[in-house]
């Protein structure tokens, strides 16, 4: 690993006045530091967020929402009872993620922040537009089963890892940086971008200071669920995933929230595949409907055009098992797709 300096900021402005080209924040370090070890990143300066006050505090908002600080645990977010009840399959959603040890360490900031699993963006021999811009994309032609079916493009193929971003894109997660130029607020959405090879629009020198999820994502904790498809239940990154919730009144969807994970180069969500579902009863049907919308234009990226059929089924399969009610405590194996519908 190269030498590096290595500060321990006591605020947010001194770390951000610390900040110089090649730095590189440190949240848990549980994707950078195996990134420095392997030689794909290479700070200069390593700027620990660890000692700043504050950051690891989770807010309970009087309208209803909630404020998670960018260094909160996500071990810590899942032990905390209003947020698994107000936002079920937001705890789901971590707890299908990682090991027990890593959730311990990982923060939700880095989380949000961490890297593809490429393997070619992790092999520095290897041609990434990534890590190198303009550089080529190895992984084009290469190992690509796992690769992405939506809104790749021919620079990057890549996929986003992250559970947690999935209910937070369909719940309309908000996420606030600071950096030299003052604060900001992005929608997931926006700090995601529509450009598949850079993982985050995120300006130099900005940090996340926090995400927050809206009242009105509490509407749906009866009826939300995530759903993760992966080679070994235990522990992996998701072939496919999706996060669904449903406000059912009367019998009826009054409103829905649908994502996809580990399809593109960010959580997929479409707005359309929603609104099919309002007014209609929660039917196999009406499911199939929604699935067939979020996945308009998928296309294969190389040999993975499977998971374009895996994700019509996890996105319908999340859809009954939201419809069929939020679980009273989430199962020992979170997220599994082998679970049945239950009655509510
Ligand atoms: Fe790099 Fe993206 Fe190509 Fe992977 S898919 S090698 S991350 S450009």
């Known amino acids: 690993m190269k030498s590096f300096d290595f500060l321990q900021p006591r605020s947010v402005d001194e770390a951000i006045s610390t900040w110089t080209a090649d730095a590189a924040y440190l949240g848990g370090g549980t994707n950078l530091l195996d990134l420095?070890?392997?030689?794909?990143?290479?700070?200069?300066?390593?700027?620990?967020?660890?000692?700043?006050?504050?950051?690891?505090?989770?807010?309970h908002q009087a309208g209803g929402g909630v404020r998670i600080g960018a260094m909160v645990r996500n071990a810590d977010l899942v032990w905390d009872a209003d947020v698994v009840a107000d936002f079920p399959m937001v705890a789901e959603a971590i707890l299908s993620g990682?090991?027990?040890?890593?959730?311990?360490?990982?923060?939700?900031?880095?989380?949000?922040?961490?890297?593809?699993?490429?393997?070619?963006?992790?092999?520095?021999?290897?041609?990434?537009?990534?890590r190198e811009p303009g550089a080529g994309c190895a992984a084009k032609g290469g190992v690509d089963g796992a690769m992405a079916v939506l809104g790749w493009t021919d620079d990057c193929i890549a996929t986003n890892p992250s559970d947690f971003a999935v209910p937070l894109m369909a719940l309309d997660a908000v996420v606030e940086v600071q950096g030299p130029n003052g604060k900001r607020e992005l929608p997931l959405s926006h700090f995601y971008g529509d450009d598949a090879a850079v993982n985050n629009t995120?300006?130099?020198?900005?940090?996340?200071?926090?995400?927050?999820?809206?009242?009105?994502?509490?509407?749906?904790?009866?009826?939300?669920?995530?759903?993760?498809?992966?080679?070994?239940?235990?522990?992996?990154?998701?072939?496919?995933?999706?996060?669904?919730?449903?406000?059912?009144?009367?019998?009826?969807?009054?409103?829905?929230?649908?994502?996809?994970?580990?399809?593109?180069?960010?959580?997929?969500?479409?707005?359309?595949?929603?609104?099919?579902?309002?007014?209609?009863?929660?039917?196999?049907?009406?499911?199939?409907?929604?699935?067939?919308?979020l996945l308009e234009g998928a296309r294969p990226s190389g040999a993975n055009g499977h998971k374009i059929e895996l994700a019509r089924r996890i996105a319908i399969r999340a859809l009954t098992l939201a419809a069929a009610g939020t679980p009273v405590r989430i199962p020992a194996l979170p997220a599994s797709v082998v679970e049945e519908p239950f009655d509510a």
């Open 36 to 59: 420095m070890k392997i030689g794909v990143a290479q700070p200069t300066t390593v700027i620990d967020l660890s000692r700043i006050p504050g950051l690891d505090a989770i807010d």
């Open 98 to 130: 990682a090991s027990g040890q890593l959730r311990n360490a990982a923060t939700v900031g880095g989380n949000l922040m961490q890297q593809t699993r490429c393997a070619y963006f992790q092999d520095s021999f290897s041609a990434c537009n990534r």
């Open 202 to 293: 995120l300006q130099e020198g900005e940090l996340i200071l926090a995400l927050r999820l809206p009242a009105s994502a509490r509407n749906f904790s009866s009826h939300a669920r995530y759903v993760k498809l992966r080679e070994r239940t235990s522990f992996a990154f998701a072939l496919v995933s999706a996060a669904a919730a449903l406000r059912i009144e009367g019998g009826v969807i009054a409103e829905a929230r649908l994502a996809l994970g580990a399809v593109a180069a960010r959580p997929w969500r479409v707005a359309g595949a929603e609104e099919l579902l309002k007014g209609r009863a929660p039917t196999a049907e009406a499911f199939a409907d929604a699935a067939a919308r």
